[in-house]
Structure formats: structure tokens, C-alpha cells
T-cell receptor, first 112, second 115 residues
Framework: GIQVEQSPPDLILQEGANSTLRCNFS?????LQWFHQNPWGQLINLFY???GTKQNGRLSATTVATERYSLLYISSSQTTDSGVYFC??????????????FGKGNQVVVIP | ETGVTQTPRHLVMGMTNKKSLKCEQH?????MYWYKQSAKKPLELMFV???????ENNSVPSRFSPECPNSSHLFLHLHTLQPEDSALYLC??????????????FGPGTRLTVT
């Protein structure tokens, strides 16, 4: 199956700082999603971004499908941004299009 | 609120018990999924249902038995579990699970502890 590597695994940020999280895939993917998992376990959808760039407030994401990676940018970080960020993608196969493979996550801590 | 609910949110069960997890989606989707999240491991896909038909069983032990009576409800029946089955079990749904890719939406999860 597809291997998903996320970096950095752990990140400590001062409030107000900017950061970039990266997700590499071992093979071509579609259905690429970024999630934020809150302390209670809920996965919050951030972006559905098989290719291109999207922005939502202080967050933005870019996927370069041909090079099999995606980036999540957090600008002007706030303490509420703390948590684990996951990327996930499914293989570009006829019936594999919705079998999401997840990375191990980026643990982000924003300190005031 | 993602439109996907799960009950119970927490469950403690002995190895000889039988229990069931329930998932319901209010999004009008046709596909539903079970994922397992163990400590220090990535989320793992367990089962996929598309239009009530199981289309994926990711080599899951038979002590986990899924049931999808309709496109809005998904159950995971548990029996004779092992302590290593303790994990967060997440349900998800999407518009479909076939040839086209669709965004998945997750429920809040059931945190299961097997004693």
C-alpha cells in the first residue's frame, strides 16, 4: 500500500509564528485530505486538495501531485492550532480511490 | 459537528464480552468506513461499505464484525477482544467509495478499552 511520511513529527511554536508541515507519498494519490485532530479525537477536515493551492483563513495548503507531496501552512499561529495534523491520500486506482492511507501525524504545540 | 455521530463515546469491556459500536451519518452519503487508531500508529482502514455492500476488509480479525443495514448506519460488533484491540475507533462517510474520489468526514470516535 501507499506509504505516507509526515514531517516534522513534532513542532513547538511560539504564538504568532508561521510554520510549514509536509506530507510525502510513496506513490501517486488522489483524494488527498488534511485533518486536524482535537484532544478528544475528532478529526476536523481542513482541506480536500488533490492538487493546487487552497486557503482558509490562516491556513493554506498546496499539493504538487506530480511530485507526490503536499504542504500545510499555518500563519500567525494561535494556541488553538495545537493538536495533531494528519494528511491522508488514496491510490489512483479505479477501486482504490477512497481507501485513505494516513501518515503518523505532525504533533504541533503552540505556546503563548 | 461533521454530520457523523458515534455511540458510545467511551467503552470498557472485558475480553469475554460482546458489544457493538454504532455510527450514523446525516450527510446523505452512500459510503461508510471503519478506521482504527492505536497509540503511536497511523489510522488504519478496517472496512469499507458502498451502497450497503462491503467492498473492503483490510485483513481484520473475525472478532470484529461489521454490519451496514442501510447507507446511513454502520455497526461494528465486537466479541472476544484482546487488550491490544484497545484503540480509538473512527467512523467516516463519503458520497461514494467507487471509481471517483470523494472527501471523507469523520465521527468523534469511540475510545475502546479492553480489560
Amino acid at each position: 500500500g501507499i506509504q505516507v511520511e509526515q514531517s516534522p513529527p513534532d513542532l513547538i511554536l511560539q504564538e504568532g509564528a508561521n510554520s510549514t508541515l509536509r506530507c510525502n507519498f510513496s506513490d501517486s494519490v488522489n483524494n488527498l485530505q488534511w485533518f486536524h485532530q482535537n484532544p478528544w479525537g475528532q478529526l476536523i477536515n481542513l482541506f480536500y486538495i488533490p492538487s493546487g493551492t487552497k486557503q482558509n483563513g490562516r491556513l493554506s495548503a498546496t499539493t504538487v501531485a506530480t511530485e507526490r507531496y503536499s504542504l500545510l501552512y499555518i500563519s500567525s499561529s494561535q494556541t488553538t492550532d495545537s493538536g495533531v495534523y494528519f494528511c491522508a491520500g488514496s491510490p489512483s486506482l479505479y477501486y482504490g480511490n477512497n481507501r485513505l492511507a494516513f501518515g503518523k501525524g505532525n504533533q504541533v504545540v503552540v505556546i503563548p | 459537528e461533521t454530520g457523523v455521530t458515534q455511540t458510545p463515546r467511551h467503552l470498557v469491556m472485558g475480553m469475554t464480552n460482546k458489544k457493538s459500536l454504532k455510527c450514523e451519518q446525516h450527510l446523505g452519503h452512500n459510503a461508510m468506513y471503519w478506521y482504527k487508531q492505536s497509540a503511536k500508529k497511523p489510522l488504519e482502514l478496517m472496512f469499507v461499505y458502498n451502497f450497503k455492500e462491503q467492498t473492503e476488509n483490510n485483513s481484520v480479525p473475525s472478532r470484529f464484525s461489521p454490519e451496514c443495514p442501510n447507507s446511513s448506519h454502520l455497526f461494528l460488533h465486537l466479541h472476544t477482544l484482546q487488550p491490544e484491540d484497545s484503540a480509538l475507533y473512527l467512523c467516516a462517510s463519503s458520497q461514494g467509495a467507487g471509481a471517483l474520489p470523494y472527501e471523507q468526514y469523520f465521527g468523534p470516535g469511540t475510545r475502546l478499552t479492553v480489560t
